[in-house]
């Protein structure tokens, strides 16, 4: 038997969320962190499709959690990415490692403050000791990129807001060296820019 013969129906089994097969599929011999061409391991596809049973089962069964695909997405940054509160409170226990990085070189909260994935940024700062003022490739922490890159609407308030309370330096620069306070002025975010002045940026 090859071992494409062998690894594939745990990939699959995983893929498709049939737990009693992924049982099966993880017979001696098998390694649990096999991958296929996209570098995607089973609880990677169990990840992205949402087969939280299959998850813990593999988590339970020592399966890596912090192996990368060939796009830098793992079973945390997923839920990060994807705004997976389910996922990602299956994961923590776990213990993963909070500095992978996406292939933008963010941590976990930089995309989820750009896509105001509030719940999830929520569960960051209040379980994890994620670094909040990560910069990523482009130059800007998870504060900057709440700004930038949404709409400065209630949710991003409230994103914004949690990453000041825990400890979001208000005067990191981006790269051509604006703060956070002259980007919300830039782009008409009052309240933001009240929230920051109240935080101490200048």
Request: aromatic share 4%; hydrophobic share 45%; with cysteine.
């Amino acid at each position: 038997m090859t071992d494409a013969n062998i690894i594939n129906p745990l990939l699959h089994a995983a893929e498709q969320g049939a737990l009693p097969a992924l049982k099966q599929a993880l017979s001696p011999g098998v390694n649990i962190n096999a991958t296929n061409q996209m570098g995607r391991s089973a609880i990677i596809l169990a990840s992205l499709h949402q087969h939280y049973d299959c998850v813990a089962w593999l988590i339970e069964q020592g399966a890596d959690i912090n192996q990368q695909d060939n796009i830098c997405l793992n079973p945390f940054l997923i839920s990060c990415l994807t705004n997976d509160v389910q996922l990602l409170r299956l994961v923590l226990p776990a213990g993963p490692d909070l500095t992978r990085l996406t292939r933008f070189g963010g941590v976990g909260l930089t995309p989820a403050c750009e896509k105001g994935h509030l719940e999830v940024v929520r569960e960051l700062l209040s379980r994890t000791d994620i670094n909040v003022n990560h910069t990523n490739f482009v130059g800007w922490t998870p504060l900057l990129e709440a700004i930038v890159l949404n709409d400065g609407g209630e949710r991003q308030q409230q994103i914004i807001a949690l990453l000041l309370d825990h400890g979001a330096d208000p005067n990191m620069t981006d790269k051509y060296g604006k703060t956070p306070l002259t980007l919300a002025k830039e782009r008409g975010f009052r309240e933001i820019a009240a929230r920051l002045i109240a935080a101490g940026a200048v």
